[in-house]
């Protein structure tokens, strides 16, 4: 049976505990959402703490749609499927992210006062739009929202740069597939608007400029 990784770090000096997660946890950088984060080893150092490894059975639920969102999970060997409430699924692997939404609402309700002070953050109620589930058994580390509350609250400044809000909304695979989907919908009005308005090449040309104002998310 082996020693849980707590137990043997928890004697040790924190410098090199830090040290060793860096070298153990190298797989926390290679996250998209977390790789492109300049300047935020501290942020990433809170992360590498809390987190905790756990397995799952194929065919396991990660996440059910019109639950609460209640973690992060972070794949390091196996397979996902996401099915939105249309029935569209993203496939998730290796180096991939679920629940990443539970960390961008913290971000979202982090805040600071005039004083500098932080701001207590409400229980959070973020329900699931989707079903994420084991495609085969899955080797991941989680994150529980209290642990994302805590390290969001500690790091609001620098996480509510605009780099950073940047890769959260765009390097994340739901985010994508709200994008692609949006750009679908788009797709199929202008051709509506066309079929029925029975438009000429000249209203086409101007249908076609209200296109990127269609897009914006």
Same mark, same amino acid.
């Given at each position: 049976?082996?020693?849980?990784?707590?137990?043997?770090?928890?004697?040790?000096? +924190?410098?090199? @505990?830090?040290? =060793?997660?860096? /070298?153990?946890?190298?797989?926390?950088?290679? !996250?998209?959402? %977390?790789?492109?984060?300049?300047?935020?080893?501290?942020?990433?150092?809170?992360?590498?703490?809390?987190?905790?490894?756990?397995?799952?059975?194929?065919?396991?639920?990660?996440?059910?749609?019109?639950?609460?969102?209640?973690?992060?999970?972070?794949?390091?060997?196996?397979?996902?499927?996401?099915?939105?409430?249309?029935?569209?699924?993203?496939?998730?692997?290796?180096?991939?992210?679920?629940?990443?939404?539970?960390?961008?609402?913290?971000?979202?309700?982090?805040?600071?006062?005039? +004083?500098?002070? @932080?701001?207590? =953050?409400?229980? /959070?109620?973020?329900?699931?739009?989707?079903? !994420?589930?084991? %495609?085969?058994?899955?080797?991941?580390?989680?994150?529980?929202?209290?642990?994302?509350?805590?390290?969001?609250?500690?790091?609001?400044?620098?996480?509510?740069?605009?780099?950073?809000?940047?890769?959260?909304?765009?390097?994340?695979?739901?985010?994508?597939?709200?994008?692609?989907?949006?750009?679908?919908?788009?797709?199929?009005?202008?051709?509506?608007?066309?079929?029925?308005?029975?438009?000429?090449?000249?209203?086409?040309?101007?249908?076609?400029?209200?296109?990127?104002?269609?897009?914006?998310?």
């Amino acid at each position: 049976m082996g020693v849980p990784e707590s137990m043997v770090l928890k004697n040790l000096p +924190e410098d090199l @505990q830090t040290d =060793i997660r860096r /070298h153990l946890y190298k797989f926390v950088n290679k !996250v998209p959402i %977390l790789s492109l984060m300049d300047g935020g080893e501290p942020f990433l150092d809170a992360i590498r703490e809390r987190l905790i490894q756990t397995t799952y059975i194929k065919g396991s639920r990660i996440l059910s749609q019109g639950d609460l969102v209640q973690k992060m999970v972070f794949i390091m060997r196996g397979k996902l499927e996401s099915v939105g409430e249309d029935g569209s699924s993203v496939m998730l692997s290796e180096g991939d992210a679920c629940g990443e939404e539970l960390l961008r609402w913290y971000l979202e309700q982090s805040s600071e006062s005039k +004083e500098g002070k @932080q701001v207590k =953050i409400q229980e /959070h109620d973020l329900i699931s739009d989707r079903t !994420v589930r084991c %495609l085969t058994n899955l080797e991941a580390f989680s994150l529980d929202a209290k642990d994302i509350e805590e390290v969001t609250t500690r790091f609001s400044r620098f996480l509510q740069s605009p780099r950073v809000q940047q890769v959260i909304r765009y390097e994340s695979p739901y985010w994508r597939f709200l994008a692609a989907k949006r750009i679908q919908d788009a797709w199929r009005n202008m051709k509506k608007c066309l079929s029925q308005a029975n438009t000429t090449q000249n209203d086409y040309q101007t249908l076609r400029s209200f296109i990127p104002s269609m897009l914006i998310i």
